[in-house]
């Protein structure tokens, strides 16, 4: 196992499209977490999973926003009509409940919204 | 609430040490990290310490927790020009909320 993956690494659309970025944890993580980063600013907290369950959800998260772990294995996030607002860096992190402290991160998916 | 504070920016000579400060507001916090990030590249765990700790040493790295104060601190010892990047702090509760994080700059 390499680590946490995410796919794609860069994505360019049009306002108004939808867009569908996947995230696969580290094999035994049963945690997943998703963040978003603008540029100068820290990671920005969207919503967690503990297996297939979304315990979290971030209250500035806008309802265009969805995300989604089935099988408590890889998970989506899928923007609707996008802004040019949702332009950032959107992370993947995974851990092991009870060894949380070993949270780690995905290289990333970029979105650029024109 | 959550709140991770961090200041933006530090410089430092090659050789010297660095120390990085960062205070948050959650008392329930279980752990506290630092990440460091470099350009274009993804958040890398440097290390982390458990909230009934007040210090912690690895290698080069020492960090430090003022629990009463909800003041955390990394330290870098002989910092190299490899040191330079973001580093950011932050508090767990379940979840990690970050600060925005610290661009370390080091000079020859």
């Known amino acids: 196992d390499t680590g946490v993956s995410q796919d794609p690494r860069h994505k360019i659309t049009k306002r108004g499209q939808n867009v569908t970025f996947r995230c696969d944890p580290i094999?035994?993580?049963?945690?997943l977490y998703w963040y978003r980063q603008t540029l100068g600013q820290g990671p920005e907290f969207l919503t967690y999973f503990q297996n297939e369950a979304q315990l979290e959800k971030s209250r500035l998260l806008s309802d265009r926003f969805s995300a989604e772990r089935p099988k408590g294995s890889f998970s989506t996030l899928e923007i609707q009509r996008t802004e040019q607002g949702d332009s950032a860096m959107y992370l993947c992190?995974?851990?092991?409940?009870?060894?949380?402290?070993?949270?780690?991160f995905g290289q990333g998916t970029r979105l650029t919204v024109v | 609430g959550e709140d991770v504070e961090q200041s933006l920016f530090l410089s430092v000579r090659e050789g010297d040490s660095s120390v990085i400060n960062c205070t948050y507001t959650?008392?329930?916090?279980?752990?506290l990290y630092w990440y460091k990030q470099e350009p274009g590249a993804g958040l890398q765990l440097l290390t982390y310490?458990?909230?009934?700790?007040d210090m912690k040493q690895d290698q080069r790295l020492t960090v430090l927790l003022n629990k009463k104060d909800k003041h955390l601190s990394l330290r870098i010892a002989d910092t190299q020009t490899g040191d330079s990047a973001i580093y950011f702090c932050?508090?767990?509760?379940?979840?990690?909320?970050f600060g925005q994080g610290t661009e370390l700059s080091v000079k020859p």
């Open positions: 310490i458990f909230s009934n700790m």
């Open positions: 932050a508090e767990s509760t379940g979840k990690l909320i």
């Open positions: 992190a995974s851990s092991f409940m009870g060894r949380d402290q070993e949270a780690f």
């Open positions: 959650d008392s329930s916090s279980t752990y």
């Open positions: 094999s035994e993580h049963n945690r």
